[in-house]
């Protein structure tokens, strides 16, 4: 399942920074508006420690992370949806994404051009949420609006410098948001909270599957059945399913501790009784590690 995000936000934002820091790809930075024209591409494994407690106990040799991709799209500015700036190229980059992260200058540093002569960070969020709304107004089809995609506002800046009025309008249009500072890094506990956000966002669950060679991490939205899931890791296995050997992840722990000499932790957890066959109609839920039996 491929699920992209769009960084947005105005020029000379940190949008870049950002990008780079995430998908640790070298992208043009420099300290002025219009720097990214064409988008930069880019994952990002989840931080997600479980997958690798999971790995230990069930000896696998290589981790693959789920990863979200992420989109540096160039910078909007006022009348975007009229082609103004990078104008409808850059609308039409944020069509093709899953979800938005807008991202939004609350660093009062001067030495950074702010494209409008002026820091102003609730009349920045306005005129980008004002911006998808124009281009969504002027499309004939309303499906796939730029403004009912999911969004997460992201403050570039240290905390006293993100306003009281600029969170109140943020809380009152009900987005959710992070505080993060580019100037410095971005801590585990940050990229941590992106993520649960997009999660939250997209309805997003994780299960898990591994051996000796691989343990792997998988996304599914919520409500996702058993054969659907098995289609995400291969899309055979969809057809082809016949049932699932399921146990939540934490328990596959517990079991592994409890495991005798020479005893893998599956062993012990069907012997345990903890592994549930389930079917066709089991619905995955969060946490789940799987094994997919299929023809
Ligand atoms: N002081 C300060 N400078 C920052 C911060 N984040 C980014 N910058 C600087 O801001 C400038 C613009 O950063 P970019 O990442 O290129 O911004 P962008 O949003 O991608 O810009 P465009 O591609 O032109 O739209 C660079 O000089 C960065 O080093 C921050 O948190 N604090
Ligand atoms: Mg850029």
Redesign the pocket.
């Known amino acids: 399942m491929k699920l992209a995000i769009g960084?947005v936000?105005?020029?000379?934002?940190?949008?870049?920074?950002?990008?780079?820091i995430l998908t640790k790809q070298e992208?043009?930075?420099?300290?002025?508006?219009?720097?990214?024209?064409h988008p930069n591409v880019g994952v990002v494994a989840a931080p997600d420690e479980r997958i690798k407690k999971i790995a230990k106990v069930i000896g696998s040799k290589e981790i693959l992370p789920a990863v979200l991709e992420f989109v540096?799209i160039?910078?909007l500015v006022a009348g975007a949806h009229e082609g103004r700036g990078l104008g409808n190229q850059f609308l039409a980059h944020i069509r093709e994404v899953d979800a938005i992260l807008h991202?939004i200058?609350v660093?009062?540093?001067k030495?950074?051009?702010h494209f409008e002569g002026e820091i102003n960070p609730l009349r920045d969020l306005e005129t980008v949420l004002n911006e998808l709304k124009l281009k969504d107004e002027e499309s004939k089809e309303k499906i796939n609006l730029l403004s009912a995609k999911p969004q997460l506002i992201v403050l570039?800046?240290e905390e006293q410098e993100a306003e009281e009025s600029l969170l109140n309008k943020i809380k009152f249009l009900n987005y959710p948001y992070v505080l993060?500072?580019?100037?410095?890094d971005l801590p585990e506990e940050n990229l941590k909270k992106i993520f649960e956000a997009f999660y939250k966002l997209l309805d997003l669950i994780t299960f898990f599957t591994a051996n000796e060679n691989e343990a792997r991490s998988w996304f599914v939205k919520k409500g996702t059945k058993a054969p659907q899931a098995a289609g995400v890791i291969h899309t055979d296995f969809e057809k082809k399913f016949i049932k699932a050997e399921v146990i939540n992840w934490e328990k596959l722990l517990e079991a592994a501790a409890l495991a005798g000499p020479g005893q893998g932790a599956w062993q012990r957890a069907k012997q345990k009784g903890w592994l549930r066959l389930e079917g066709k109609d089991y619905v995955v839920q969060e946490g789940d590690v799987m094994v997919i039996r299929h023809s």
């Open positions: 960084i936000g105005l020029p000379n934002v940190g949008k870049s920074t950002l990008f780079k992208v043009p930075i420099a300290n002025y508006p219009f720097v990214t024209i540096d160039a910078g991202l200058r660093f009062k540093d030495e950074i051009i570039n800046g993060i500072n580019l100037k410095e």
